[in-house]
């Protein structure tokens, strides 16, 4: 898997560039902000791209603005958006605006080596990720006669897994139960959401957080 | 130009007018009485005196306004009016030349009239308009006289006891009924035209103006009337029974007229008699605003401003708000009172009292210098707290801008060095599991798990010092992210998306905060709802929980900062907190 990185601090840069050449990524660029991202992009296109989400010239969502270029120039290139904090509005206005291929996780996460690299095959195949705790928020948000207070406990730790952008094996896996159970739980879970299954993995996030209602 | 001199001429001049309007007086009473053709008993009873009495009257009553008001010319005017009003008296002696002199003025009394009118009751032509008008009536009278005079030859006419007239020219009789004709029907249109200028500056006169020029207006319009008369006759369409009816109505009319102008130059005599009244009530003024309506009141100007003089030579008005007193030419007049040397205050009014009597706004000012150095105190200090108002808002910003440097030093600096830190951990706990080392990888994984702590009270930290999603998405993101955050179940009803002013959306992100800070702290609430709306120019925000209540903004609560800060931004904040039944945050924020 080939990776470019763009982030404003040197020594976040260089820290993850080691953690993923020993991991066995290949980094091919790194870049100070979203301008320099770009021109990289324009030489060698890599398969996902991590960005910083505050970066030069005004510090607030810089990484917000050139994820979107990026997908409007290379529609199927991944791109990693890395926050400091917690920005829920934002990660819901990521993942539910963009129809490509796009991650949010916060970047003390990726001090865990198999999350990042987890996160990172899943955007090259195309999939999407969320930060566990930006899921763990949105199905905290209190609303009256949530859809959600009818699901299970088991059920609401599938949709958890499923809003992080996780597929059926790979939730069965973590569960340590059957692929067949966890089907048969999607089921429950979209009927009682009244939501249509799809095989299609991003579509599923989306529909889970449009249905949480984002902002 | 000296100003003084020019009056002590003109007042000489002024009793030389009324001096030879005596004597022509005089002779018209004498040639009355004399004149074989005049010395009915009608006319020695009721015409002559009349006559005389309208002319003395505005001889007089001219002198009275010059002598009242040296600078003003309305005075010279009347007085002239009163001159040239006798100057039939001239036609009745028996010489060619002073018959036809006298014929040819007979109706210069009317120009001056115009005149009158037209410059009333400011004395000078004020702008084109008026300067236009003076110069029509002017050329319509050279007009008259030259047109008429030479071409009228009485004699040729058939009058047999007319005297010859010396300044006919032959050959020019037949264009005298024309000229009569154009001349007469100029008078008609001039008398509009004054009239027409009249009362536009009537329109757009000032109150105490205006108040000065109503007798003069109403005066005006029988004599209009009976000029309209004259005309009506001129053509036939009035008989001559009914004219003999109105001329002793026009001539009293103008009798009437001189006292409709000095009516309106006593009004300014009025005006100080409102100044005493003013004085009179002085003692009773209770508040500011009453202080103002009182002066304007006396003053007759409702358009009437006080500045109040700082110690710094500054001006500010009754709220203590920096005012720029008006310049020269801007069409308002300033009068500065002064008190020991020192300005005090200024009373910015309409140039127009100040036309009618230079001294009636220093005269009230100066009644009023006490109740101004009251007022002008009580205006420094709203002066002085509005500088502390915006002193406390710069340390304010000053903060916040400190607070946002502060966190972005920390985002920038140790939170990245931190992050990068549990990279190399991980890297290093990795090294340690390859070489089997069971204790350093268990070592390690304790750094790291205190590493994670660690970020994530520096986040907690950074986040209290300044939300960066508030600056990135505005209230409505902020307040989500506080929601998701606190202990207890909160629900974030209304939010506006409108982004506000930097202060102002910190303003309510931090009251929110350390309400929900509070809730959680100390009132065992089940659930609290958030609510941020705008209504005109302020937001209201509202977080109410079901809990105890009983909360109250005392020592150690955050909200007495909230409080303070709300109140820097010119808003409110109130928390109603009855024993078991909730409590209430309520904050009023303008935002415009």
Redesign the interface.
């Known amino acids: 898997m080939r990776v470019t990185v763009a982030d404003d601090s040197a020594l976040f840069r260089s820290g993850l560039v080691r953690l993923l050449r020993e991991a066995g990524v290949a980094v091919m660029g790194e870049a100070r902000d979203g301008k320099e991202l770009l021109n990289l992009l324009s030489n060698e296109q890599p398969d996902v791209v991590i960005v910083d989400i505050r970066m030069p010239p005004t510090h607030t969502d810089e990484g917000l603005t050139t994820a979107r270029e990026i997908h409007r120039r290379w529609p199927d290139m991944g791109v990693l958006v890395l926050s400091t904090y917690v920005d829920t509005d934002f990660a819901t206005e990521l993942i539910t605006r963009t129809q490509r291929s796009v991650g949010y996780l916060l970047k003390d996460r990726v001090q865990d080596t198999d999350e990042l690299l987890d996160a990172l095959k899943r955007l090259e195949r195309g999939g999407s990720v969320l930060d566990p705790e930006v899921v763990a928020r949105l199905m905290g948000r209190r609303r009256t006669q949530s859809p959600l207070e009818q699901l299970s406990d088991r059920e609401r730790e599938i949709l958890a897994l499923m809003a992080q952008g996780r597929s059926n094996q790979a939730i069965s896996e973590r569960l340590h139960v059957s692929e067949r159970t966890v089907e048969s739980h999607v089921g429950s879970i979209f009927s009682k959401l009244g939501l249509e299954p799809t095989p299609d993995d991003h579509r599923r996030v989306m529909a889970v957080l449009l249905h949480l209602g984002g902002p | 130009m000296n100003f003084a001199g020019l009056s002590v001429k003109q007042q000489h001049v002024h009793v030389a007018v009324v001096v030879a309007g005596i004597v022509a007086g005089l002779f018209g009473i004498l040639a009355a009485a004399i004149n074989p053709y005049n010395a009915t008993w009608v006319n020695l009873v009721v015409y002559t005196p009349i006559e005389v009495a309208v002319g003395w009257s505005f001889l007089f009553v001219g002198l009275i306004a010059g002598r009242r008001r040296p600078e003003n010319r309305v005075g010279l005017l009347m007085s002239i009016f009163g001159l040239i009003w006798f100057a039939y008296v001239l036609s009745w002696i028996q010489s060619p030349v002073l018959y036809y002199l006298g014929d040819a003025f007979r109706w210069a009394f009317l120009v001056v009239l115009g005149h009158l009118y037209i410059v009333y009751p400011r004395g000078r032509p004020a702008g084109k308009l008026e300067r236009g008008a003076l110069a029509a009536i002017y050329v319509w009278f050279a007009f008259a006289v030259l047109s008429e005079t030479p071409t009228n030859d009485p004699i040729s006419q058939g009058c047999r006891q007319c005297l010859p007239n010396p300044f006919f020219i032959p050959g020019t009789a037949w264009l005298n009924p024309a000229t009569t004709a154009i001349s007469q029907a100029g008078i008609t249109l001039l008398a509009f035209a004054v009239l027409g200028v009249f009362f536009w500056h009537w329109r757009q006169a000032s109150a105490p103006v205006r108040r000065a020029m109503t007798p003069a207006a109403w005066a005006a319009l029988p004599v209009l009337g009976v000029v309209i008369a004259l005309q009506l006759e001129a053509r036939g369409l009035l008989s001559a029974q009914v004219l003999a009816v109105l001329m002793p109505i026009e001539w009293l009319t103008y009798a009437v007229l001189p006292v409709g102008l000095l009516v309106g130059v006593l009004r300014t005599r009025l005006g100080r008699a409102a100044v005493t009244d003013f004085v009179i009530e002085l003692n009773r003024i209770p508040t500011r605003t009453s202080l103002r309506d009182s002066l304007a009141r006396a003053l007759g100007d409702p358009s009437l401003e006080l500045a109040f003089a700082l110690p710094g030579g500054e001006y500010v008005d009754m709220l203590g708000a920096t005012m720029i007193l008006p310049s020269p030419g801007s069409g308002r007049a300033v009068t500065s009172i002064e008190s020991a040397g020192r300005p005090l205050a200024a009373l910015i009014h309409d140039p127009a009292i100040d036309e009618e009597d230079p001294e009636l706004v220093a005269a009230a000012g100066s009644a009023a210098r006490l109740a101004l150095e009251n007022e002008r105190l009580q205006a420094e200090v709203r002066a002085s707290l509005e500088e502390v108002r915006a002193s406390r808002a710069r340390i304010l910003e000053a903060a916040d801008a400190e607070r946002k440097r502060l966190e972005?030093d920390i985002?920038?600096g140790a939170?990245?060095?931190l992050?990068?830190l549990?990279?190399?951990?991980?890297?290093a706990r990795?090294q340690a599991a390859t070489h089997a080392d069971e204790a350093l990888v268990k070592d390690l994984d304790g750094a790291?798990s205190q590493l994670?702590q660690a970020?994530?009270e520096l986040?907690d930290l950074?986040?209290g010092i300044h939300p960066?999603?508030l600056?990135?998405?505005g209230i409505?993101?902020a307040l989500?992210?506080l929601?998701?955050l606190s202990p207890i179940?909160?629900?974030v009803k209304d939010v506006p998306t409108a982004r506000y002013p930097e202060s102002v959306e910190a303003a309510v992100y931090f009251v929110v905060s350390e309400a929900l800070t509070n809730t959680a702290k100390h009132s065992g609430a089940g659930?609290v709802e958030v609510s941020v709306r705008q209504q005109d120019d302020r937001l209201l925000v509202d977080v109410r929980d079901d809990g105890l209540g009983g909360a109250a903004a005392g020592n150690g609560s955050g909200l007495i900062g909230m409080a303070d800060r709300v109140s820097v931004l010119g808003g409110k904040l109130e928390i109603a907190s009855p024993s078991a039944a909730g409590t209430l945050v309520h904050a009023e924020i303008p935002c415009g």
């Open positions: 972005r985002h920038d939170q990245q060095r992050v990068a549990g990279l190399a951990l991980r890297m990795d790291t994670k970020l994530s986040r950074a986040q960066a999603v600056s990135r998405a409505g993101a989500r992210v929601a998701e179940p909160v629900e659930r």
